[in-house]
T-cell receptor, first 110, second 113 residues
Framework: DADVTQTPRNRITKTGKRIMLECSQT?????MYWYRQDPGLGLQLIYY???????NKGEISDGYSVSRQAQAKFSLSLESAIPNQTALYFC?????????FGPGTRLLVL | AQSVSQHNHHVILSEAASLELGCNYS??????LFWYVQYPGQHLQLLLK??????LVKGIKGFEAEFIKSKFSFNLRKPSVQWSDTAEYFC???????????FGTGTRLQVFP
């Protein structure tokens, strides 16, 4: 397990607002990931990071940005939230070949 | 493009019935294979994984999966389901030596007592 935590667990925001989702892991793993989950679509990769200086775009990075402030912290930002960004967001960390997921943040954009 | 298919979108079973959930992937090279489970309102948890060796792998809670390389499949099985197995199940494929973990769209399993 990678002991991944996410805050907040639930968030409601309005269109056009900036919002940040936080992710932390306690085991010192280099690789961290952000996914969004939509009903019927599985998980789609937004961004991933191999270390503090290495950030990579995933499949659906448009409208999102990330920051790897430290090895343990990987934040996801929505600069100007829109309703179709309403989803469940998961952070994951990867020791070796297996990704372990955080509890998720449920985001509603009105 | 690589993809993962889970053909069963919604499965409804009675307790004690046997379960098999299909997973097929499209990639000709080496892969690592995973099944994750998501109980209602919870995060994804690793159920089992296959990297190499015996193609029949056993996971937690009595689940097992068989990797059939010739069929590009990694089907999940359980001989006798319980009500507590009600959840969504995701198959995922990691392209070897990459960070590309590709998820299927998930199968929702409902088990009735």
């Amino acid at each position: 397990d990678a002991d991944v935590t996410q805050t907040p667990r639930n968030r409601i925001t309005k269109t056009g607002k900036r919002i940040m989702l936080e992710c932390s892991q306690t085991k010192g793993h280099d690789r961290m990931y952000w996914y969004r989950q939509d009903p019927g679509l599985g998980l789609q990769l937004i961004y991933y990071s191999f270390d503090v200086k290495d950030i990579n775009k995933g499949e659906i990075s448009d409208g999102y940005s990330v920051s790897r402030q430290a090895q343990a912290k990987f934040s996801l930002s929505l600069e100007s939230a829109i309703p179709n960004q309403t989803a469940l967001y998961f952070c994951a960390a990867r020791p070796e070949e297996t990704q372990y997921f955080g509890p998720g943040t449920r985001l509603l954009v009105l | 493009a690589q993809s993962v298919s889970q053909h069963n979108h919604h499965v409804i079973l009675s307790e004690a019935a046997s379960l098999e959930l299909g997973c097929n992937y499209s990639y000709g090279g080496t892969v690592n294979l995973f099944w994750y489970v998501q109980y209602p309102g919870q995060h994804l948890q690793l159920l089992l994984k296959y990297f190499s060796g015996d193609p029949l792998v056993k996971g937690i809670k009595g689940f097992e999966a068989e990797f059939i390389k010739s069929k590009f499949s990694f089907n999940l099985r359980k001989p006798s389901v319980q009500w507590s197995d009600t959840a969504e199940y995701f198959c995922a494929v990691l392209i070897y030596n990459t960070d590309k973990l590709i998820f299927g769209t998930g199968t929702r399993l409902q088990v009735f007592p």
